[in-house]
């Protein structure tokens, strides 16, 4: 008798632990997110002649966050600022740390180009002399996709010129990299760069809250702005760049993304995600997101959605006036 009850005792605690174990995930109610991580501008923003110790700082801190969070990262180079008298061993040195690190180096232009400005035949050499360097570095990972991102996400200002770079890029084995998520780092960087000079911690320490919550509030847009063009959230694309703003922002931003339930994939697999093999078909002079180009290539808008242009979150305007200052 006693014996029974105690297998029906433990047969109720084994139906106990089944039951908790299986409702635990439900219970949480944490989104199943995924996004991946692009940086632009490498080998570091705005590198100036003896400025490899702040250039090293900010990449060594980046690195450290990112493989902390375990994100793996695609980085854009432009070759270009590899070139300077007595630092150019330096700043390559630079991109091995990134290579090092188990990150992709993408080619970004020789000298962060903009295509509206440049013939097609123009804007193809920069593609060629933006990848002496980086091929190099990467012969050790190979085979790896490449990657190429338009400066200012350019595209091509006719789309004569868009389809003919497409075709120029596809052929050298490169992938256009899409973004759903634009960061506007660069924006705050000016002015948190000019109060680290100053020694301004208050300025600082507000600039770097002001940029958490515009990258929060950017990703929240793109959620929502994806959900009404796809029916459901897509692989986000954040662009960021190697500067000192996200040095030291990055790894709360990273906390805060995974408390939305984000889980950081490679760019690899967010190309294979339904929404990125829709054709950006979309012509402008302007670097839209791809969110932007997707639904205008998908032939709709914003009319009868529940997010417009509006609610795309701009910096404070105290942010854009320490901007402007230069
Ligand atoms: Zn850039």
Redesign the pocket.
């Known amino acids: 008798m006693e014996a029974t009850s105690k297998y029906f005792m433990n047969v109720k605690l084994l139906i106990v632990i089944f039951l908790l174990s299986v409702s635990v995930p439900a219970q949480t109610n944490k989104p199943s997110r995924r996004m991946t991580v692009t940086f632009?501008?490498l080998p570091y923003v705005a590198i100036d002649q003896q400025g490899l110790p702040k250039a090293r700082r900010a990449t060594t801190e980046i690195l450290r966050i990112l493989k902390a969070h375990r994100v793996p990262v695609v980085a854009?180079v432009?070759e270009g600022f590899l070139q300077a008298a007595g630092e150019e061993e330096g700043r390559i040195a630079l991109l091995q740390q990134w290579v090092h690190a188990g990150m992709i180096l993408g080619n970004?232009t020789f000298s962060?180009a903009d295509f509206n400005t440049l013939t097609v035949e123009e804007f193809q050499q920069e593609i060629i002399k933006g990848e002496v360097v980086t091929r190099r570095l990467m012969q050790s990972h190979q085979p790896y996709q490449l990657y190429f991102?338009h400066?200012?996400t350019h595209t091509g200002d006719t789309q004569a010129k868009k389809e003919a770079i497409e075709v120029f890029l596809a052929a050298r084995g490169y992938k256009v990299t899409p973004h759903t998520i634009d960061s506007e780092d660069?924006v705050f960087n000016v002015g948190y760069l000019r109060a680290l000079r100053n020694k301004d911690e208050a300025t600082a320490r507000r600039l770097r809250e002001a940029y958490l919550n515009f990258a929060v509030a950017a990703t929240e847009f793109a959620e929502r702005f994806s959900s009404e063009i796809f029916g459901d959230e897509i692989t986000q694309t954040l662009l960021v760049?190697a500067n000192d703003i996200n040095a030291d922002c990055l790894d709360e931003m990273l906390k805060r993304f995974t408390a939305r339930g984000y889980r950081f994939v490679t760019l690899d697999e967010a190309m294979r995600d339904s929404a990125y093999q829709v054709k950006d078909k979309y012509v402008s002079k302007f670097g839209p997101t791809w969110l932007w180009r997707w639904m205008k290539s998908k032939g709709m808008d914003t009319r009868g959605m529940k997010v417009s242009g509006k609610d795309d979150p701009e910096p404070p305007e105290w942010v854009m006036d320490l901007y402007r200052k230069g």
Do not use: L
């Open positions: 632009d501008d854009f432009n970004h962060h991102r400066p200012g660069f760049h």
